[in-house]
């Protein structure tokens, strides 16, 4: 398979932004309040969907930290760096510090495939040789615009998600196949001895 790609600093194929720097910890409200995602909300996986978010009362101008569809998180402090897609179904939220927001020219990348990248080996490994911190690692900002994006045409990056995809999945049946059968080895393995 041929295709044209090119390589890209990542600051030239999205805007990066910072998330909204909380003064103290937040505490969710029942009414009223906006729907803000944490670090600890963002957790490994391709796609996030924030519809089910708390709401939090929020201080000052936060319309600059809405996330939706199409933009992509960040997690730059923690063991690992990983990047997450915004669901297309999702609901718009606020982003907090220090997940930072990275918002794709959807003409040049996909992004998934920005969150797929980022996630990958090559660009997990650019983290480690600029990560900062002994006790908490952090990616600084210049350190992730200057992480290089191998950008292929926009087909090329859509069946690259959809393989992924399709291999988490496959992942994903393989494992309850064996959950399943073990739990048959085991019904059958007790039926005998129940009787012998």
Known sequence: MTYRKKIARL????????????????????????????????????????????????????DRYWVGPGD???????????????????????????????RPNHNVIEAQYLAWFINQAPSQKY???????????????????????????????RRVVEVDRLARREGELQMLLVEKRAALSSAVLLSQIKYA
């Open 11 to 62: 600051a030239d194929v999205c805007k990066i932004q910072t998330g909204y720097t909380a003064r103290g910890a937040l505490k969710p409200v029942l009414s009223g309040g906006v729907k803000a995602m944490q670090l600890r909300d963002v957790q490994d996986g391709v796609v996030f969907d924030a519809s089910n978010l708390p709401s939090y009362e929020l201080n000052g101008a936060i």
């Open 72 to 102: 992509v998180l960040f997690r730059s402090r923690g063991e690992k760096n990983a990047a997450i897609a915004v669901a297309g179904t999702s609901g718009a939220a606020i982003a907090v510090l220090p997940l930072l927001i990275l």
């Open 127 to 157: 983290f480690d040789s600029c990560a900062r911190g002994t006790g908490i690692r952090m990616i600084s900002r210049p350190c992730l615009e200057d992480l290089e994006i191998v950008v292929p045409d926009l087909g090329v990056q």
